[in-house]
């Protein structure tokens, strides 16, 4: 068996104490301070994901009803034409939208292409 097969073996092992990530969930709850020092507890293994769930990342938009929506928010936004709701929805939107893209790029950096 691999060290990578060994030190997933271990983080999975109830029997040990552990749970999946064993020393990562002892950080997150304040439990340890520092990486364990026992070289089975240390991650070095890259979990890649899966390439189509990558390309369907970079592929991600708004639907088409909510882009109309969008755009239709931001042209009465430019002509000072929304109301105060109207302008929480156009904030909520370019916020998720602002994320998408940041996500977009991410996925397709990993991809080796760039954004359109």
Known sequence: ?????DILTHCRNMNQGHVRG?????LVLGTVSRYPDCWRCRMSAVIEPPRTLVESVAAMRFPAKTDAILQSLMNRNTNGQLTQSEREELEALAELSETMALVRAQALRLLGRTPT
């Open 22 to 26: 064993c020393w990562v969930a002892g």
């Open 1 to 5: 068996m691999s060290d990578t097969a």
